[in-house]
């Protein structure tokens, strides 16, 4: 049976998405490769766990349960990786931790099959969604990265379009493309990525030391993201940078089916790379999708 009232937050760094998802009247499972994410979460809702409204996991998410990987720490948090080659773009890596490990599906077994499952786990969400094949039952919705590669990195269209068809496999057949930038749904038939899309993330929880860092990383100019500040006001709620954003049926636009959103992910991705100041690991956007 699906828990309705179930999100599992797959990547929950700062607890950017689970502080949402429990001021939304959600229980949380949180998870995090990262110790230090672990702590900061547990001591910022510490209340909510006392009520057993969060539980927080301090593992990685692989192929195989109980084994322990590398997990590489970046000086900038929102890219830390069990792959090297994402930690160290633009060579922040720091060091390695060993990292307990345990499949989605183990998780799903152990604590109930969620309403919603974010999945934001830098270069490993194709497997985490692998780890749910064979499942009785899987989330009503479930969000993970379209891509997500290092700094030196090119891919195919057809590695492009990865994670859209291992969700087809586990049998979602409706689905939104998210820009993590600005929150946008994209759509198949309009122009998003252009050179006067320049946006910005204002939010006091996180500084501006940080974002700057990203924008320059990211090539992208600090201008008005009004999408971003709609949100913020519809949902009364901050939606930093790194955080996922409103998911389900809160996100605006129509459900796409199979063949449309591949054509929604080739056109603006197609367009994100023409831009001149585009990264090779700037397309930044998540799949959304449900049955």
Same mark, same amino acid.
């Given at each position: 049976?699906?828990d309705?009232?179930?999100i599992i937050?797959?990547?929950?760094?700062?607890?950017?998405?689970?502080? =949402?998802?429990l001021k939304?009247? +959600?229980?949380?499972?949180?998870i995090d490769?990262? /110790?230090?994410s672990?702590?900061?979460?547990?001591n910022? =809702?510490s209340? %909510?766990?006392?009520?057993?409204?969060l539980?927080?996991?301090? +593992?990685?998410?692989?192929?195989?349960d109980?084994?322990f990987l590398?997990?590489?720490?970046?000086?900038? $948090?929102? !890219?830390?990786?069990?792959?090297? $080659?994402?930690? @160290?773009?633009?060579?922040?890596?720091?060091?390695?931790?060993?990292?307990e490990c345990?499949t989605?599906r183990s998780?799903?077994?152990t604590?109930?099959?969620p309403y +919603?499952c974010?999945i934001d786990?830098?270069?490993y969400?194709?497997?985490? &969604?692998d780890?749910?094949k064979?499942s009785a039952?899987?989330?009503? =919705?479930i *969000?993970?990265?379209?891509e997500?590669i290092?700094?030196?990195?090119?891919? $195919?269209?057809?590695?492009? &379009?990865?994670?859209?068809f291992?969700?087809?496999?586990?049998?979602?057949c409706?689905?939104?493309?998210?820009?993590q930038t600005? &929150?946008?749904?994209?759509?198949?038939?309009? @122009?998003f990525y252009?050179?006067?899309?320049l946006?910005?993330f204002?939010? /006091?929880s996180?500084?501006t030391k940080?974002?700057?860092?990203?924008l320059?990383?990211l090539q992208?100019d600090?201008k008005?993201s $009004?999408k971003? @500040?709609e &949100?913020n006001?519809m949902f009364?709620?901050?939606?930093m940078?790194?955080s *996922?954003g /409103?998911?389900g049926?809160?996100? %605006?636009? %129509? !459900?796409l089916?199979f063949?449309?959103?591949?054509?929604?992910?080739?056109?603006n991705?197609?367009d994100?790379f023409?831009?001149?100041n585009?990264?090779? +690991?700037g397309f !930044?956007?998540d799949w959304?999708?449900t049955?």
């Amino acid at each position: 049976m699906i828990d309705n009232n179930l999100i599992i937050d797959v990547g929950t760094h700062k607890g950017e998405d689970t502080e =949402f998802f429990l001021k939304k009247g +959600y229980k949380v499972v949180a998870i995090d490769a990262d /110790p230090n994410s672990i702590k900061y979460v547990s001591n910022k =809702f510490s209340a %909510e766990l006392s009520a057993k409204k969060l539980t927080a996991l301090h +593992y990685a998410i692989a192929d195989k349960d109980d084994i322990f990987l590398d997990f590489n720490i970046s000086g900038l $948090s929102l !890219w830390n990786s069990l792959k090297k $080659s994402i930690a @160290d773009r633009n060579n922040l890596a720091k060091d390695s931790i060993k990292v307990e490990c345990k499949t989605l599906r183990s998780i799903l077994n152990t604590y109930g099959v969620p309403y +919603y499952c974010k999945i934001d786990i830098e270069g490993y969400d194709e497997l985490c &969604l692998d780890s749910l094949k064979g499942s009785a039952l899987l989330p009503t =919705f479930i *969000s993970v990265e379209s891509e997500c590669i290092g700094e030196n990195e090119i891919i $195919s269209e057809e590695q492009a &379009l990865a994670t859209l068809f291992k969700l087809k496999e586990l049998n979602y057949c409706k689905f939104k493309l998210v820009d993590q930038t600005s &929150l946008e749904v994209l759509s198949p038939n309009s @122009d998003f990525y252009d050179s006067a899309k320049l946006l910005s993330f204002k939010s /006091p929880s996180i500084s501006t030391k940080v974002i700057a860092k990203i924008l320059k990383l990211l090539q992208l100019d600090s201008k008005s993201s $009004s999408k971003r @500040d709609e &949100l913020n006001k519809m949902f009364n709620h901050d939606f930093m940078i790194g955080s *996922s954003g /409103p998911f389900g049926n809160d996100l %605006e636009g %129509e !459900w796409l089916d199979f063949e449309t959103a591949k054509t929604c992910l080739l056109k603006n991705r197609k367009d994100y790379f023409s831009l001149p100041n585009a990264v090779s +690991y700037g397309f !930044w956007c998540d799949w959304h999708a449900t049955t």
